[in-house]
């Protein structure tokens, strides 16, 4: 029964005093706003980061020259750019590799930008990457029309690229694309393919972008082979950590690198990257709560002006019940209450501004902002605990205040 005449009390000071209320109540909501848009957009990029790793295959691994988690700085010297102290990877590593008895197949990797011609158009910078035979295995999505490139293309260097519908619509408009040539770096290939790659949450799909077998690649298209790596699958029924430990020795072993001595290059699985991923994001939301303390904050100090007022207003109500037998903790019980439903409502308020800016976002943006259980939770235990810790001080004076002297306020 307090807890009720303790909300109703409270709501009725809200209707009472609109001006004041509505400050102290925008402010919480602001607070509560501000945990709930950034924890959709967060929890949406790690689904959509989650889904593109997820399309690389499950057991899929990578070998790279230097895998370095997390923000890195870098102001060009060698001490703070410590893959220069690793050797690029090379294509006949990947060879042997693909031949280890555990390995199905190992897929090289190489980008650059470049200018791409038809008949028709020119573009300046595209991407182009060179890759091998087996990457519509884990780079998903479909190739239709045409095909990919085969074992034999690649093996002869053959000047055939597969390129995505944004790059076919830019070079040939409407036009049929399939068996046209095109110009890479200034060297003539043939379209064989169409890419249409799976849906991805930052727009690769929505650019220009050719594949090419990697040693056609390697050889005609201009580009800095400091950065190869490899994605290698291991064979059915084979452990990943067991495929890792196969390819590490056989890398060590290639790389003449003696027992104790580190690996100058690195192999990563999915969870690490993902794990990495959420490091990162893990300082965004130490961010998310700086920026909401401060609305929480705001709606603090108009929770103190407003209850300080409603304890000056209502002095000669506190004399009374004092009088007739109200003890101080049923005093300070009823404020609190009023304090923690003021900022109860502005938590209501800040989860309908939220969770309308993230549907806003989800409808706008490719990004899928999805509204977590645990901030509605989070956002209206922190505005309820405001009001309490904030109300405090209010109704520890309500509570002390001389009955005597509080029936003979005017």
């Given at each position: 029964?307090?807890?009720?005449?303790?909300?109703?009390?409270?709501?009725?000071?809200?209707?009472?005093?609109?001006?004041?209320?509505?400050?102290?109540?925008?402010?919480?909501?602001?607070?509560?706003?501000?945990?709930?848009?950034?924890?959709?957009?967060?929890?949406?990029?790690?689904?959509?980061?989650?889904?593109?790793?997820?399309?690389?295959?499950?057991?899929?691994?990578?070998?790279?020259?230097?895998?370095?988690?997390?923000?890195?700085?870098?102001?060009?010297?060698?001490?703070?750019?410590?893959?220069?102290?690793?050797?690029?990877?090379?294509?006949?590593?990947?060879?042997?590799?693909?031949?280890?008895?555990?390995?199905?197949?190992?897929?090289?990797?190489?980008?650059?930008?470049?200018?791409?011609?038809?008949?028709?158009?020119?573009?300046?910078?595209?991407?182009?990457?060179?890759?091998?035979?087996?990457?519509?295995?884990?780079?998903?999505?479909?190739?239709?029309?045409?095909?990919?490139?085969?074992?034999?293309?690649?093996?002869?260097?053959?000047?055939?690229?597969?390129?995505?519908?944004?790059?076919?619509?830019?070079?040939?408009?409407?036009?049929?694309?399939?068996?046209?040539?095109?110009?890479?770096?200034?060297?003539?290939?043939?379209?064989?393919?169409?890419?249409?790659?799976?849906?991805?949450?930052?727009?690769?799909?929505?650019?220009?972008?050719?594949?090419?077998?990697?040693?056609?690649?390697?050889?005609?298209?201009?580009?800095?082979?400091?950065?190869?790596?490899?994605?290698?699958?291991?064979?059915?029924?084979?452990?990943?950590?067991?495929?890792?430990?196969?390819?590490?020795?056989?890398?060590?072993?290639?790389?003449?690198?003696?027992?104790?001595?580190?690996?100058?290059?690195?192999?990563?699985?999915?969870?690490?990257?993902?794990?990495?991923?959420?490091?990162?994001?893990?300082?965004?939301?130490?961010?998310?709560?700086?920026?909401?303390?401060?609305?929480?904050?705001?709606?603090?100090?108009?929770?103190?002006?407003?209850?300080?007022?409603?304890?000056?207003?209502?002095?000669?109500?506190?004399?009374?019940?004092?009088?007739?037998?109200?003890?101080?903790?049923?005093?300070?019980?009823?404020?609190?209450?009023?304090?923690?439903?003021?900022?109860?409502?502005?938590?209501?308020?800040?989860?309908?501004?939220g969770g309308g800016?993230?549907?806003?976002?989800?409808?706008?943006?490719?990004?899928?902002?999805?509204?977590?259980?645990?901030?509605?939770?989070?956002?209206?235990?922190?505005?309820?605990?405001?009001?309490?810790?904030?109300?405090?001080?209010?109704?520890?004076r309500a509570s002390r205040l001389d009955?005597?002297?509080?029936?003979?306020?005017?």
């Amino acid at each position: 029964m307090q807890i009720f005449e303790g909300v109703g009390i409270a709501l009725d000071s809200i209707r009472s005093n609109k001006g004041r209320a509505s400050l102290t109540i925008l402010g919480i909501a602001i607070g509560v706003a501000v945990v709930m848009v950034i924890a959709a957009m967060i929890t949406g990029i790690n689904r959509g980061v989650t889904d593109i790793v997820e399309q690389l295959g499950p057991r899929t691994f990578f070998v790279v020259r230097h895998f370095q988690g997390g923000i890195q700085v870098s102001d060009g010297s060698d001490e703070m750019s410590p893959w220069r102290r690793k050797p690029p990877l090379t294509l006949e590593e990947a060879e042997r590799i693909e031949q280890l008895p555990n390995i199905e197949f190992v897929v090289v990797n190489n980008g650059t930008n470049t200018p791409i011609t038809s008949a028709f158009e020119s573009l300046e910078s595209v991407s182009v990457q060179g890759r091998g035979v087996q990457w519509p295995a884990v780079s998903g999505g479909d190739i239709f029309p045409g095909r990919s490139f085969t074992h034999l293309e690649y093996a002869a260097n053959s000047r055939v690229a597969v390129i995505n519908e944004k790059l076919a619509e830019r070079l040939f408009g409407h036009l049929d694309p399939m068996g046209r040539n095109i110009q890479i770096a200034g060297m003539p290939y043939r379209v064989i393919g169409i890419y249409t790659p799976p849906p991805d949450l930052f727009g690769e799909g929505d650019r220009p972008q050719a594949i090419l077998p990697f040693t056609t690649y390697d050889k005609h298209v201009p580009h800095w082979r400091g950065w190869l790596d490899f994605m290698v699958s291991p064979r059915e029924g084979v452990p990943v950590s067991y495929a890792m430990d196969e390819v590490t020795g056989a890398m060590r072993s290639m790389r003449g690198l003696k027992p104790g001595v580190d690996n100058n290059f690195d192999i990563i699985t999915q969870d690490k990257i993902l794990s990495t991923w959420n490091d990162m994001t893990g300082i965004f939301f130490l961010v998310m709560f700086a920026l909401s303390s401060v609305g929480l904050m705001v709606g603090g100090v108009g929770v103190v002006a407003i209850m300080m007022i409603s304890v000056t207003e209502r002095t000669r109500e506190i004399g009374v019940r004092k009088a007739l037998g109200a003890k101080r903790r049923e005093i300070l019980w009823q404020f609190l209450v009023e304090a923690a439903t003021l900022t109860f409502v502005g938590g209501v308020a800040g989860l309908i501004l939220g969770g309308g800016l993230a549907a806003i976002a989800r409808a706008v943006t490719p990004l899928p902002a999805v509204v977590p259980m645990w901030s509605i939770v989070i956002a209206l235990a922190a505005s309820v605990f405001t009001g309490v810790g904030f109300g405090l001080f209010p109704a520890f004076r309500a509570s002390r205040l001389d009955p005597v002297e509080a029936l003979r306020y005017e």
